[in-house]
């Protein structure tokens, strides 16, 4: 493959292969950025301006929802209508039980053979918190890579998750029926993410009920916001609901375009990719700056002649 | 009262107040505190010496498990061995649907009127990654406060509950029986950060094959570490096995002491308290620093004339 132009703006050879629809060359990137190397970096600040085109939806929801199995369905109906597909898949699955990698090959299972989707599992556990940072700069890979659609999945309980989703552009809550009461808890906090509802399982005999739970429940919230998150009943095992899913999926991504709010998330996740990037940058310079007298005040905190806060300050006053 | 000595380590009338007992200026404490001001941090650089005397003990688990009712039971156990009991509630619901005050009404029920027991819950919604530090610094107030025993209950499936979890001495992962094999893969994220299992529901059919299930996911993880974890049988309704999971705390925190390790978990606590402070004072100097210009930053960013990573070098190099 030929060099591009020499000079500041030269694409690396790796880039060059990723956009060229190679596979290898978008799995090693993504590698790459995951690592959050200075290579990384560089390949995220080549590909950054080439993004912005894919749809992105997010899928989440409690354990047991069947979320697997409608991101695999809507895969489906989107390539039926011609569409590539990017999946990052957020698995709380620990690395010795089988873990991210096994993840893969069984979500692939469909998908096999179809170049049209690329599916990626990133394992939740032992991040520390750099997990929000990875699945978007995975999202921006994918994106950049040309895919019509990007569909992160992530479990739906936890904070983090709910701040993955925020990545999204089109966010869907995937409930189940029956899945008792502390889950109607959590559903109150995605109720505000939600942009589309998918109730799952539409065949289990409380499906109605729990339709029209949420129905009441965005009654009751009567958020000022001109979109009203339809519900919409799927059964993913027998692919039921799936392109009125879809339909809803291309409609808000209308509407946000239409009503200018695309370009307040996107300048919202714009604040927030450079809020992650910036204190994780502040931190690496400080500690290379202070050298081992930062564990010193770790000590003295440990001994409790110090509290965190009076550390903080006077760490940053010797930078 | 008595104002405290004059000078730079004078007590504040708040504090003297809280470590006199009075619940009302405990709570006021913990609202400045969760607040994150100025003030809120000077209270507790006040209290941080005072802390660590308390045995911290987090609970976590999926939605279902009943950990609630478990941290009731276990709290009416330790009130009957003269224990005094702080808890610290990570409520996932949402402020529109009752929320955290709501909580600590239900929850409260039982204890209401016992003075040797304060329940504090906090919405993990909408605090965008500020739950952590703000738990820790619960923590440390409740500690200093002068309770034998701090609990705090999280949901267990996401990462940043994990997270919270890491502020304990000990962890006791809840499960019930028969909660799906999603729930099953979550499970294992959770096997490494166990110190007590409590199969909680025993009475439910699969109550044994679940904590065969665990016994055998712990052989085969084989972790090189010198406390296997127990699991204990619990039925917190009945308040049955609830006594056994105290002595096993009780054991756990014996353990940690004589082996040294709690030392070490002491400055991993100290080690990631200062890593949080550190960060956010870091950035909101940065802020300060840069005014405007950061949104200048985050506009370039939307418009993806700028990448997050070059964005971040830039405004570093201008500090």
Redesign the interface.
Known sequence: MAAGPVGQKRMSDLVERLLAGERRALARVLTRVENGSAEG?AL??E???R??HAHIVGFTG???TGKSTLVSAVTRELRGRGKTVGIIAV????P??GGAVLGDRVRMGEHSGDGGVFIRSMA??G???G?ARTTGDAVTVLDAAGFDYVLVET?G???????IAKEAQTTIVVEAPG?????Q??K??L??IADIFAVNKADAPQANQTALGLRM?LD??NTPYIWTPPIVKTIATRRQGVAELVDEMVRHRAFLEESGLL?ER??A???E???????????Q??REQVGER?ED???R??A??????????A??EHT
């Open positions: 970096h995220l600040a590909l950054f301006p993004a912005g409690s354990p047991g698995d709380p699955t620990s010795f039980s939740s556990r991040t520390l918190g997990l479990v309980a936890g904070q983090s998750e709910v701040e899945l008792g009461d502390e889950v808890a959590i109150a906090g109720l505000e429940m009751i919230a370009i996107e300048r996740r714009a604040a990719e450079l809020y992650r990037v910036v204190r994780r940058a502040l931190y310079r400080l930062y005040y770790v000590s905190i440990a409790r002649e110090l509290d965190p806060y009076s550390a903080a300050k760490l940053i």
